[in-house]
T-cell receptor, first 115, second 119 residues
């Protein structure tokens, strides 16, 4: 079975501080991709970062980095130097190779950046 | 970049009428498109997967006769909500896959969503 778990319904962070959003996953597929998306109040899904299951290094994209711990099946998102515009819902997603390209989404974490 | 559009961005309709939502990949060809539904403060729920030229594959619990999906070309998929009822009010999001072998073909590109309100 495929499963993505985000245990933090809501998080608060002070502006300019770093914050970690947790994500764990479960799959029996040896090949998969892990994604983080940001969804502001407008509703659009904004791609943030991608980590392949065979990638040796943790992915980074600007202020976003993915702390990939394969043995623990975790893929936490780290946002450095938080900005007010980072306030949004954040979804972790997994895409196993053998499931017809389907994405599995977590329940999301609502991040609020405090000035 | 790869852009996916949806039209309309929001729609209000009366109970019992049908509504069509279009999803277009603007600058790439999409062999597969996906339709999601999202209720307030909840995650995206996959409704169906559509492949160009073939019938859509619906997820368990999604009524295929109520949510008609047509993927007529490599750049267009449509979702028609037939005989809409207030409980169908939701945010509908489509996404598209690029052809295998294209840059970043691992990524799924999302449309901006359509907010449907049924009165």
């Amino acid at each position: 079975a495929q499963k993505i778990t985000q245990t933090q319904p809501g998080m608060f962070v002070q502006e300019k501080e770093a914050v970690t959003l947790d994500c764990t996953y479960d799959t029996s597929d040896p090949s998969y991709g892990l994604f983080w998306y940001k969804q502001p109040s407008s509703g659009e899904m904004i791609f943030l970062i991608y980590q392949g299951s065979y990638d040796q290094q943790n992915a980074t994209e600007g202020r976003y980095s993915l702390n990939f711990q394969k043995a623990r099946k975790s893929a936490n998102l780290v946002i450095s130097a938080s900005q007010l515009g980072d306030s949004a819902m954040y979804f972790c997603a997994m895409r196993p190779s053998n499931t017809g390209n389907q994405f599995y989404f977590g329940t999301g974490t609502s991040l609020t950046v405090i000035p | 970049g790869a852009v996916v559009s949806q039209h309309p961005s929001w729609v209000i309709c009366k109970s019992g009428t049908s509504v069509k939502i279009e999803c277009r990949s603007l600058d790439f060809q999409a062999t597969t498109m996906f339709w999601y539904r999202q209720f307030p403060k909840q995650s995206l729920m996959l409704m169906a997967t559509s492949n160009e030229g073939s019938k859509a594959t619906y997820e368990q619990g999604v009524e295929k006769d109520k949510f008609l999906i047509n993927h007529a070309s490599l750049t267009l998929s449509t979702l028609t909500v037939t005989s809409a009822h207030p409980e169908d009010s939701s945010f509908y999001i489509c996404s598209a896959d690029r052809l295998a072998g294209a840059p970043r073909d691992y990524e799924q590109y999302f449309g901006p969503g359509t907010r449907l309100t049924v009165t």
